[in-house]
């Protein structure tokens, strides 16, 4: 076999000649190792091509070392040979290539099935097509088992740990309130830059605690809030659910008799929709906050005035607006996290994906509940 | 004596201020089929990752050839792994590639083969371990014993001189393991391997080890080495108990 002393050798060479009309002679020279430049059984092939043989006669006392690059070379040959009905015989092949050789031929494993098709690009088509109705039947199953398990939950019959809710809870609120605020804090900055330079033009910057308050309040709290928890807390579901997978942790649940559903995701999507308005409340002080920095030392208005103002401007059904928002949204942030964690297949890769994709479904999904928001708000004149 | 390919010495393994095991001396052979026993929890797979440089030890050394492993610095490391091939006990298949892809890539970042090449080689060391015709399967589509197969071809796609088995018949069945067992074997003799096979399965001990180093949990020392038949019968009384306990009368 190939050791490093042996770099020197001559480098690996065929010679072929015919002996007695109907014998092709095949003698290998020099090194043959996988590191080196190999001649291909190509060149034996296009001789057999060229002229037929009833017999191939391989040579190998002239090779120096050998490693995987000759069994490669032996074997390849064979396999032709034998495609051809060609008699091989290899009277001073060394020993441990006989082993390998008999190795290939008799270790099969007895069932090998077909490997599964991958199949040209109109068939891939065809099964992304069919894996897509696959996922969408996935995903209808998916909401229904969820809507079960929280009617489970509220008749106290829906099996999860006390103390998992317990964790989830804090997880998805108190320990998200510093992004969140800070966050909000600089949307509030932003939009208060942004009114001030165009009401300037008007003459009307005073009110620009009105608007700044209004769209915090109404919407863009709730917003950016659930994006925050689509990229926080959205993909952290996604990625311990699709890892409980790989692990085989989600199986173990089911051969219990437990609901992944109800033990996974109920808890999630109950944590999440109760926290997230909580947070949505303090991310609208923050975004408020912001809004009066800029309006304090932009406009010189007294922070009493400017918060009086947005007080003033702001009604009880802007804040509760925002906050029933802010709850979907938190419910969507859960849902499609935990659904893509469960969807992921059996491989450390799919952690991966599943985080993403729950960070992207997450915050479509925001975006599109927003858009519904704002339209049945404004047929009802909210 | 002949000059050991591969063994440690002095060496003390410790997880922070906890001792696992200490002044372990041994020296395997080349081609050998070298176990390294004992029960669980032992150090056993602690000594493997020593040996490969996955963990530190807190005193002594491992040596390939006759050159210092745990001195030696990161690219003398690797080009003394490089002759070195390693079967995980869960298999470590890359899941996201195909069995084909996971033996190529070894080939393909420490070979200069053409990719046609590398095909070929993919194809033997696959067929090697009787898994020709699941080249485009991924690992999480085969059985336990698949996998493990697919890993042992993976551990051999650079021909290595030492191969390093970590719990080889864990999970598997004993038929499947004894089968991989003879693999194994053959692979040993097929390719001139020197092999070591950290495992406490009893029947693939005796049935592929040519010697064999028993490590007690409790001293935290080797107390035995040997052949594995040997010990079975001559050995210290906990080996002896060892050897009892994994068979059943």
């Known amino acids: 076999m190939a050791k490093e002393g042996a770099a020197a050798l001559a480098p690996a060479a065929i010679e072929m000649s015919r002996a007695g009309g109907s014998t092709l002679v095949v003698r290998l020279r020099g090194a043959w190792r996988l590191a080196d430049d190999l001649p291909p059984p190509a060149d034996v092939e296009r001789e057999l091509d060229r002229e037929s043989a009833a017999m191939v006669r391989l040579e190998t006392s002239a090779v120096a070392d050998w490693d995987s690059g000759l069994v490669v070379f032996v074997f390849g040959l064979l396999t032709f040979c034998r495609a051809r009905g060609i008699a091989v015989e290899h009277p001073d092949l060394p020993g441990t290539l006989e082993r390998m050789l008999a190795l290939v031929q008799t270790s099969a494993l007895p069932a090998a099935a077909p490997p599964p098709l991958r199949g040209g690009l109109l068939e891939r088509l065809g099964r992304r097509a069919l894996a897509r109705r696959k996922k969408v039947l996935a995903a209808s199953l998916f909401v229904g088992e969820t809507t079960l398990g929280l009617s489970r939950m509220l008749v106290g019959r829906a099996r999860f740990r006390g103390q998992d809710l317990g964790l989830l809870l804090e997880g998805a609120g108190p320990s998200a309130l510093p992004i969140v605020a800070l966050v909000n804090f600089l949307v509030g900055i932003i939009l208060a830059f942004v009114g001030i330079t165009q009401l300037r033009r008007f003459g009307a910057d005073y009110y620009v605690a009105d608007i700044v308050g209004i769209a915090v309040v109404r919407d863009m709290a709730a917003l950016i809030t659930a994006i925050v928890l689509a990229g926080r807390s959205g993909a952290a579901y996604a990625a311990q659910l699709a890892t409980m997978k790989v692990t085989q942790e989600v199986d173990a649940l089911r051969t219990l008799g437990i609901s992944p559903v109800e033990f996974l995701v109920v808890p999630r999507v109950v944590a999440l929709t109760l926290m997230t308005p909580f947070l949505v409340l303090f991310a609208d002080l923050m975004g408020v906050l912001g809004g009066a920095a800029v309006g304090t030392t932009m406009m010189n208005q007294a922070l009493a005035s400017y918060l009086r103002q947005t007080a003033n401007s702001v009604t009880t059904g802007d804040i509760i607006g925002g906050l029933v928002k802010s709850a979907t949204y938190g419910a969507l942030v859960a849902l499609t996290g935990t659904a893509r964690g469960l969807q992921a297949e059996r491989s450390s890769e799919q952690v991966g994906v599943a985080a993403t994709q729950a960070v992207v479904t997450g915050i479509v999904a925001i975006i599109i509940a927003c858009g519904l928001f704002q339209y049945v708000f404004f047929l009802f004149g909210f | ?249």
């Open chain 2, 1 to 249: 004596m002949a000059e050991a390919i591969v063994g440690v010495r002095d060496l003390t393994m410790a997880f922070g201020d906890r001792v696992v095991m200490e002044h372990l001396d041994i020296r395997i052979e080349p081609g050998e089929i070298y176990v390294v026993m004992g029960g669980s929890g032992c150090g056993k797979s602690t000594l493997l990752r020593h040996m490969l440089g996955l963990q530190e030890p807190a005193s002594g050394e491992v040596f390939y050839g006759d050159e210092s492993f745990t001195r030696a610095g990161a690219s003398d490391r690797e080009r003394m792994l490089r002759h070195v091939g390693v079967l995980y006990q869960g298999s470590a298949l890359w899941t996201s590639m195909t069995l084909a892809e996971n033996v190529a890539l070894p080939l393909q970042q420490f070979t200069q083969l053409r990719p046609g090449r590398i095909r070929e080689v993919v194809e033997l060391k696959l067929a090697l371990v009787g898994l020709h015709g699941f080249e485009e399967y991924y690992p999480w589509e085969l059985s336990g014993g698949m996998q493990k197969r697919a890993g042992l071809a993976r551990a051999i796609a650079l021909d290595p001189e030492i191969l390093f088995i970590d719990e080889p018949s864990a999970s598997l069945d004993p038929p499947t393991g004894r089968r991989l067992d003879r693999l194994i074997l053959e692979i040993r003799d097929a390719l001139h391997t020197t092999v070591v096979v950290v495992t406490h399965d009893v029947a693939c001990i005796l049935g592929i080890g040519t010697r064999a180093l028993f490590l007690d949990g409790e001293s935290r020392r080797s107390i035995a080495e040997g052949p594995p038949a040997e010990l079975r019968v001559s050995g210290p009384d906990a080996v002896r108990a060892f050897f009892a306990g994994g068979i059943l009368p």
